[in-house]
């Protein structure tokens, strides 16, 4: 059987405060990686498939994509829960959308176009990781659907990139999530928990991609190892504020990571420069060696 698709769904609400600072200063999905925007070039790619609805689901930041309405025709839809609740909240909010439909990630950066106007059964990307792994393993049965998925393990495809929910996934996650939705218990999951613990109704392939066609960067390192261009500018006000104070390049200010303090927004940053570790408080802007 084949579906045509009806529209796209991309999930733009988080903070993404791994990414941090640059997430701090503007949502991850609109950094620019090798010459493209990523939300533009996942809109772009979706177009180019012949996916004319598309839905944006932004939460933080939200002003800041609202020149997405205008420039490429999108719909802007909220999700208001974005700071008390995991990403199922941004399914929620764009629930009267879904159908023959893909739901993606706006950080994602797709080296080749996956998308199609046609497909012929609901999927999650995936890529093969040999060795250990902290991602979300799949396996498949013998009828093809997944049947298994745990977080870690070893020479598995992984959960990484988009999926596509035909209308009877879509259909059967929604029942699932409006009658749980309201349950304490729910607020902290991926919508991906939730499907974990009903694989029995919820029929879905793995459709599975060389390695080198959908990444992901968690961490500004990360997007480093992407795109050089990063290295010695990180288009980060904040950095660039740093390295001025330590008198040192913005390439040497490395292993950035975030920090909380009891919310989910983050509460400021770690890094190293030299042999010395720093902690910088957004509140503050004050730089400390630890």
């Not at 959308?97 to 999650?124: G, H, K, W």
């Not at 500018?233 to 740093?242: C, D, K, Q, W, Y």
């Not at 200010?253 to 010395?276: C, H, L, P, Q």
Request: charged share 25%; with cysteine.
């Amino acid at each position: 059987m084949c579906y045509q698709v009806d529209n796209a769904v991309i999930m733009a609400a988080g903070t993404a405060s791994r990414f941090a600072p640059l997430s701090y200063e503007r949502p991850k999905a609109l950094i620019e990686v090798r010459g493209e925007v990523l939300i533009e070039r996942q809109i772009r790619q979706l177009r180019e498939a012949g996916i004319r609805q598309i839905v944006v689901v932004t939460g933080y930041q939200k002003e800041q994509f609202l020149y997405l309405r205008d420039q490429f025709g999108v719909e802007i839809v909220e999700n208001n829960d974005y700071l008390t609740r995991n990403n199922n909240a941004s399914i929620y909010a764009a629930r009267s959308f879904l159908r023959n439909t893909y739901i993606c990630s706006s950080d994602n950066y797709f080296s080749v176009n996956p998308f199609a106007s046609e497909v012929d059964d609901a999927y999650y990307a995936a890529v093969y990781v040999q060795g250990e792994t902290k991602e979300w393993c799949m396996t498949e049965g013998a009828d093809g659907y997944i049947n298994s998925v745990q977080i870690g393990g070893r020479d598995a495809w992984v959960m990484l990139g988009h999926t596509f929910w035909n209308e009877a996934f879509s259909r059967k996650f929604l029942e699932i999530l409006e009658k749980t939705y309201d349950l304490p218990e729910t607020a902290d999951l991926l919508w991906e928990s939730i499907y974990m613990a009903h694989l029995d109704v919820l029929k879905m392939k793995i459709r599975k991609y060389p390695a080198d066609t959908i990444f992901e960067f968690d961490t500004l390192d990360e997007l480093r190892a992407f795109d050089s261009n990063y290295i010695r500018n990180t288009r980060s006000r904040i950095l660039a504020e740093v390295a001025e104070r330590l008198r040192c390049g913005q390439e040497d200010i490395v292993e950035v990571t975030a920090y909380k303090t009891g919310s989910n927004a983050a509460a400021g940053m770690r890094f190293r420069v030299g042999r010395d570790t720093y902690e910088y408080p957004y509140e503050t802007g004050e730089i400390r060696r630890l």
